[in-house]
Structure formats: C-alpha cells, structure tokens
C-alpha cells in the first residue's frame, strides 16, 4: 500500500507529466472512485483521454516498432510483446516506470480501494482479423486489477470489445456488458474469482485493436 | 459399413505402424473410413439430428446432439472393435459416445478437471471445412506440446488420449452460417 493522500497524487510532477489534467481533479476522482464501487456485473471503471497527447503518441510510434509474438492457444489468438522492462526502448520503460510509480499506484488505490504493490506487468498486444481471448477470470494469487490501454478505435460491428459476464453458482453466466476499444481510453476492473470476461473476436481485415495491458499486482499478500 | 480397405491385414498392419511413429502423441487417421452407402446414411442421420445448447464459458460453447444410430450400430460391431484393438495393441472398451456441432463462436478449453479417457475416437462428419476456419480437434500434453489432428470429411481417427488433454480451436467468423460435425467418442 501506499501512503499518498490525494491532495499529493494530484500534486505529482510526474503525473502531471503523463496524465490528463482532467483526471488530476479532486472531485473527478471521487466520482470515478464510487462509479468503479457500484459498478456491475463486477468492479471496474474506464478513464478516457487518460495519458497527455504527445506523450501517448511518442510510446505508439516505437511500441508498433517492437516485435510482436504470435500468441495461439485453445484460450487466445493474438499478437503480443514482451514486458515493457524486458524492451530496451526508453520511451517504453519510462510509461511503464510512470504506471508503477508511488503516485499511480496510489491513484489506483484510492479509485479501486485495492492495496497494491508497485509490481506491474506490462505488454503490448495486437488483435487482428480473427483474433480473440476466451472468457477467463484472470486470477493469479498476485494480480488484483487488470487494466487494459486503448491505442485504437474499434467500432461494434469490428468486434474486439471487452465483453464482461455476470455468474450464477460462481460460474460465467452471459455476457452483460461490452466495453468498446477507444484510443486513449484507460479501462481496469477488480481482479476475483467471478471477474469473468472475454475479448471479442476481430471481425473485420484491416482492423487492428492495438492495446497496453496488464496488472497491478500485490506481491506482499499471500493468498490463503 | 467399413469401408473394406481397412480390413485387410496390410492396411491394418500400415495403420499400426502410423499408430505407433510418435511415441510422445500416438494417432492415426483412417480417411474415408465408411463405405458410400453407410456415409450416405450417417449424413443423413446427422442432418436430421436435434442439437441443444451445451455452454460454461469457461470450458465450452458447442452444441449436442445424441449419437446417430448407424454409429451406435457401428461401435458395437465387432468388425470395428476388432480393427481398434489390432491398431492399438490393446482391447479397447467403449465409454461414451456424443455428437457435436461447432459454428462461429464456438470452440472448447482445456480443463484441468476433465478426466481423459484412454483413447478417443474422432469421427470428422463435415464436408468442405478449411481448418482456417478454426473448428479442429487438438491435443496437448500440458508441457507446450500440441498435437493438431488431420481429420476429414468421412474420417475416423483413433488417438490414445490419457495424459493429454483436447481442445476444439475457436470458430473465427469466416465461417458464416458453416457447422462443424464430429462425433467423439471415449473408450478405455
């Protein structure tokens, strides 16, 4: 956990570097903080036009540069990098250094009250025509709020949207709401066993729903 | 309803050999496995067939159907029995039978909980499938390993399936209004 109150995470140069002045506000916080508690089937949130234009557009021009792996699986069909701290391209580590940093976290503390640690993991990801992630809970004894950073726009009929699915007896249940790709938009959610989602398949060549994601995790708890 | 080809000793004593070449993922194909007649039926079984739901998100979206009755004819033959057990070496026993249809969206996990069988039996009923679609049967043996199976239209694969688990490979949306048919059927 970390001990920042919000007058000094607003305060930060170096959120004022990368975030928004928007989301720097008291009371836009306090807002996106009871929406991402009431919020269903499970916790989340989404924060658009979160990161500062020209920084964002300097970490697109060399993350497309990077090699992407293609990932193909019973569960998932995509391409993707490897972490951002195994990438030897400044820029990168910098956004990446900015994300873990006592002030971010902290911010993401106070929006999702969920103690973290400053361990995140960081990736770029690719969907293309076909490509897709089958629904899963995403829980790892670490990991606690998964986020996911649009770099595209993808409309309803390109698919690629965040499906998020409501649970009966502790199952995945149906799909209850769809959270579409938009540049610049920062979506995360509480990660718990009934976190269910999925990524919807890509559904048009030549649509590309190019993404920064990860988690947040807490290394210091245990899981009983 | 075999086609007679694979009753001969030598296209057995082929099919073994194929059997036994992969001691890591051990499996064979037997393409056009049914005599035109029999194949004739089975189709027309299958297209007449009741499909429901079978859906946990987490592990499969498919749909199922009762196996048709040339099959359950053809399993308890003793012609097919018999051909099974001289490929693999070993008396196989026939556990459960089941038809699935698999359309876009469609696909199913590995699952740690599911207890395999000791071999599965893939009967590929589809014509004019192109496994860029996704819709095919895979195994892996949980190490990285993955085994993709060859089937076709008309094809009978026997693979010996205990430590390894199978998955069908998501159906991508190219495959419009096209269904996938197999029927599976687990035997020890």
Not at chain 1, 21 to 46: G, S, T
Not at chain 1, 62 to 83: G, H, P, R
Not at chain 2, 65 to 70: A, F, H, R
Request: net charge negative; with cysteine.
């Amino acid at each position: 956990m970390v001990d920042l109150d919000l007058e000094q995470i607003i305060q930060s140069t170096l959120l004022q570097k990368w975030i928004n002045p928007i989301w720097l506000d008291k009371a836009a916080l306090e807002q996106l903080h009871q929406e991402f508690a009431d919020a269903k089937p499970f916790k989340h949130a989404y924060m658009d036009q979160l990161i500062v234009e020209d920084q964002l557009e300097r970490v697109i021009e060399v993350l497309t540069e990077q090699e992407f792996e293609i990932k193909d699986s019973d569960l998932f069909q995509l391409a993707q990098t490897a972490d951002f701290d195994d990438l030897d391209q400044p820029i990168l580590r910098s956004f990446k250094k900015m994300f873990q940093s006592d002030q971010f976290v902290a911010l993401m503390e106070y929006i999702t009250n969920v103690d973290l640690s400053n361990a995140v993991d960081m990736l770029g990801n690719i969907y293309s025509d076909t490509d897709y992630l089958l629904c899963h809970d995403d829980k790892l004894i670490k990991r606690k709020v998964a986020y996911i950073l649009y770099l595209t726009d993808l409309e309803e009929e390109d698919g690629g949207a965040l499906h998020l699915f409501d649970t009966k007896d502790e199952q995945p249940n149906k799909i209850v709401k769809r959270i579409f790709p938009r540049y610049n938009r920062l979506t995360f959610f509480e990660v718990t066993r009934q976190s269910f989602h999925e990524v919807g398949e890509v559904l048009q060549p030549d649509i590309y729903r190019v993404s920064i994601s990860g988690w947040f995790n807490n290394t210091q708890e245990v899981e009983a | 309803m075999i086609n007679p080809i694979y009753l001969k000793e030598e296209t057995v004593r082929k099919l073994q050999s194929h059997y036994y070449q992969d001691p890591a993922f051990r499996s064979v194909t037997m393409a056009q496995f049914f005599t035109e007649k029999a194949m004739e039926t089975i189709l027309n079984e299958v297209m007449a067939a009741e499909f429901t739901d079978d859906q946990i998100a987490t592990m499969y979206r498919r749909q199922i159907s009762q196996t048709p009755k040339s099959i359950d004819t053809l399993i308890q033959s003793e012609e097919f029995i018999n051909l099974l057990r001289q490929i693999c070496g070993r008396q196989v026993e026939i556990i459960a039978t089941r038809m699935y249809r698999y359309g876009h969206r469609d696909y199913k996990i590995i699952s740690d909980d599911q207890e395999s069988a000791s071999y599965d039996i893939i009967i590929d009923l589809t014509p004019d499938w192109d496994d860029e679609l996704g819709g095919f049967v895979a195994y892996t043996d949980g190490e990285g390993n993955f085994y993709r199976l060859g089937t076709t239209f008309g094809s009978v694969t026997l693979v010996e399936s205990r430590d390894h688990h199978d998955y069908v490979k998501y159906v991508n949306h190219y495959a419009n209004e096209l269904k996938r048919y197999f029927i599976i059927i687990n035997a020890k």
